[in-house]
């Protein structure tokens, strides 16, 4: 399995500021994931980090508003841009790890946009 | 595209007694993994069983099994005498093969489970 740490664990942000979320994994994966859960919702695919290139975002998420990086296969960053209340949630990061069958998460970043 | 659901948002159980979580998943993939994943108040994402779509036999961990029905595309989760520490919100998950592509989770909407002294 893999080990995930996510830094920080909570923030408290002004509206109109950005942050940004860091995931690092204790071992090298292919494959790297961003997730947002809303209050008492579901978890949401927010991209897809891709190793030396650009996310893959999905439907309802742009770069301009979540810019993320992969510098590397162990490490992947997810920024809040120009936040508003409605982008407090959890934000999860994920790795596919071993025999690339499971994804195991970090302990999420509970953001709250004041 | 892929679709989970679980049709139970709330369920509680008595200290030692079992209790079964639906989830139907909706494919046209052939080879794909199922997941559950427990999600205490901490909000960590714990995995708690994993079924791969090739296998008939169904995965077992210790107190959790499950009942995995390829054809009815059905994957219920067993707890067998639940504990005061199960209680947690519990989400299906698909994820396609690795060989698929692109393989990020899909997830049901969860069900909240509560397990009472």
């Known amino acids: 399995s893999a080990v995930i740490s996510q830094k920080p664990s909570r923030d408290i942000c002004q509206r109109g500021t950005s942050l940004t979320i860091q995931c690092q994994v204790d071992s090298q994966v292919t494959m790297m994931f961003w997730y947002r859960q809303q209050p008492g919702q579901s978890l949401t695919l927010i991209a897809t980090a891709n190793q030396g290139s650009e996310a893959t975002y999905e439907s309802g998420f742009v770069i301009d508003k979540f810019p993320i990086s992969r510098p590397n296969l162990t490490f992947s960053t997810l920024t809040v841009s120009n936040m508003s209340p409605e982008d407090s949630s959890i934000y999860l990061c994920?790795?596919?790890?071993?025999?690339?069958?499971?994804?195991?998460f970090g302990p999420g970043t509970r953001l709250t946009v004041l | 595209a892929q679709t989970v659901t679980q049709s139970q948002p709330e369920m509680s159980v008595q200290e030692a007694e079992t209790v079964t979580l639906s989830c139907t998943y909706d494919?046209?993939?052939?080879?794909?993994?199922l997941f559950w994943y427990k999600q205490p108040p901490s909000r960590q994402m714990i995995l708690v069983i994993r079924?791969?779509?090739?296998?008939?036999q169904n995965a077992t961990e210790n107190r959790f099994s499950v009942n995995f029905q390829k054809a009815a595309k059905s994957f219920s989760l067993k707890i067998s005498d639940s504990q005061l520490g199960d209680t947690a919100m519990y989400f299906c998950?698909?994820?396609?093969?690795?060989?698929?592509?692109?393989?990020?989770?899909?997830f049901g909407k969860g069900t909240r489970l509560s397990v009472i002294a």
């Open positions: 994920s790795a596919l790890g071993g025999a690339i069958d499971t994804q195991y």
């Open positions: 494919t046209s993939e052939n080879n794909y993994y």
């Open positions: 998950a698909f994820m396609k093969h690795w060989r698929s592509g692109n393989t990020p989770l899909v």
């Open positions: 079924q791969e779509a090739y296998k008939q």
